[in-house]
């Protein structure tokens, strides 16, 4: 599928897991925030939410990427950042799991009616979490909750254009033999609980002139590497200028970081910035492995491509 090509983006993270005023920035590629500049104090916390601004024939839009948690950090990392949920034209979630959509009613109550949406459908089912220490969920993304608050719902299973300007890939195809979902995820399908495949889970892909594919992922269950080579044989594009989100890789063991890693290297993006459930372990054996792209996801941090 053709992939618009734009002509910059910036991602800012409004919610991530991790806030650190000493990670470094990188001069027109990566900016952190600062704390003497800030309107009030960010909050960090598990979840994720991203606010892209992307530029096409010289106009912009703002496309929100998930809503974290819950709306505490949500709201108060927005307004820390000067943003107002006016500016926002659409929304996109990465997959049905609440610390991806648990901002979402409160955004949609606060910004009113004909926001347009953007999910895969299977983000409906039901979903839980076997733990050691217990089952915890199940979770719920309610359609009649979100046609209340009302939301224009724009739901897909296959590759589909937002506003069309980004590419949200699907279900994606799983072509590495490391990257597998995790036995402790499921899901209840009419009635029935069973594994959880992540078939709700896509990337939104932003191809910008100059610089190749951005790849944007929320957890990256079906695999970080996974879904980048699915972005490029979408679009046809191989160059890759940054790989952006959560990756769900400590809880996988060795042989997911190891094969991961490896995937990376190979796929050779400019920046890879990674925080929200990719776990400690595997973010240090990252910045050991990449140490000339990879950058700590981290709350305000601002990423600047193209233009």
């Known amino acids: 599928m053709q992939a618009p ?10 919610v991530d897991n991790f806030f650190d005023i000493f990670e470094p920035s990188r001069p027109g590629l990566v900016e952190r ?14 979840g994720l939410a991203m606010l892209l601004t992307l530029v096409h024939n010289g106009r912009q839009t703002k496309i929100l990427v998930d809503t974290a948690n819950s709306p505490l950090s949500f709201f108060n990392n927005l307004e820390a950042m000067e943003h107002k949920v006016e500016e926002i034209d659409a929304v996109f979630l990465s997959h049905g799991h609440p610390d991806h959509y648990g901002g979402l009613l409160e955004f949609l109550s ?9 999910f895969h459908e299977d983000c409906y089912f039901p979903k839980l979490l076997v733990t050691p220490r217990g089952r915890v969920g199940p979770y719920v993304l309610e359609k009649e909750k979100l046609v209340a608050a009302g939301a224009q719902l724009h739901e897909n ?3 589909a254009l937002l506003q069309d300007l980004a590419l949200l890939t699907g279900t994606v195809e799983a072509t590495t033999p490391y990257e597998k979902p995790l036995p402790g995820f499921k899901r209840i399908v009419q009635g029935n609980e069973e ?8 990337a939104l892909v932003v191809n910008i002139e100059g610089k190749g594919l951005v790849v944007i992922g929320g957890c990256c269950h079906p695999g970080i590497v996974n879904m980048t080579k699915y972005a490029q044989k979408l679009t046809g594009v191989n160059k890759v200028a940054a790989i952006i989100g959560g990756f769900h890789l400590t809880a996988g063991g060795d042989d997911l970081i190891n094969g991961t890693i490896n995937g990376l ?4 993006p400019n920046l890879v910035l990674a925080g929200h459930c990719t776990g400690f372990k595997a973010l240090t054996r990252l910045a050991a492995a990449l140490p000339d792209n990879f950058m700590v996801s981290c709350v305000g941090t601002k990423v600047m491509m193209g233009g």
């Open 195 to 202: 594994p959880d495949p992540f078939s709700d889970e896509q």
């Open 110 to 118: 606060r910004r009113g009616p004909g926001l347009p949406v953007f």
């Open 33 to 46: 925030a600062v704390l003497g500049k800030l309107k009030k104090p960010l909050v960090a916390a598990h």
């Open 265 to 268: 290297k190979e796929l050779n």
């Open 5 to 14: 090509v734009l002509q910059s983006m910036t991602v800012e993270i409004l």
């Open 157 to 159: 299973q296959g590759p």
